[in-house]
């Protein structure tokens, strides 16, 4: 039974996995742009909050396979801490200066 499903698979091929990756991909992409969609939300279990992550990777940054056997590689990406703002450095943000004589104008 098993060779009679392997010999079908096997003249597929390589077009057949290509295909195959494709269709993960794609089906990656859409659950990828719905998810960016949603609002965050609080895990019951760990009770944090869970937002969009950029962890997937595009098709163009697909590259050819490096080692034997190897279809694709993709580059790597560091993660970075995101620079939070300084409230103090912002001139909009900064605390209103009391005392003096204030004026208004149009």
Known sequence: M???LHKPLKCLGEEFYREALEHCRSYNARLCA???LRLPFLDAQTGVAQGNCYIWMEKTHRGPGLSPGQLYTYPARCWR???RLNILEDPRLRPCER????TLTP
């Open 81 to 83: 801490k995101k620079r």
């Open 2 to 4: 098993a060779t009679a």
């Open 99 to 102: 005392g003096g004589n204030p």
């Open 34 to 36: 719905e998810r960016s």
